[in-house]
């Protein structure tokens, strides 16, 4: 699918799930400009003889994880097997 809006439904489900709909490419530089500016806060802010504050990120949506296809090694497959199972059919 191509030329879809990447706030659509497609695209969200298509990046992990519902939590990613309405997050574009604008939503996640807002989000991105938001902790650079508390960064830079906290870095030159004038805290006295204290600690800087911890600062929370911007709460963003959570990837799904895929443990198990990126911990498993995959095996080369080769040519006479790829021709071996497309024949089956």
Known sequence: MQRLPDTSMTVALASG????????????????LFDALNANTRATGNWG?????KIPQYPRPKAKSTTTASTTPKKPVS????Y???SRR
């Open 79 to 82: 040519v006479a097997e790829i």
């Open 17 to 32: 799930g519902r939590e990613f709909l309405g997050w574009g490419v604008d939503r996640h530089m807002a989000a991105d």
């Open 84 to 86: 071996a199972r497309l």
């Open 49 to 53: 003889k204290g600690k800087a504050p």
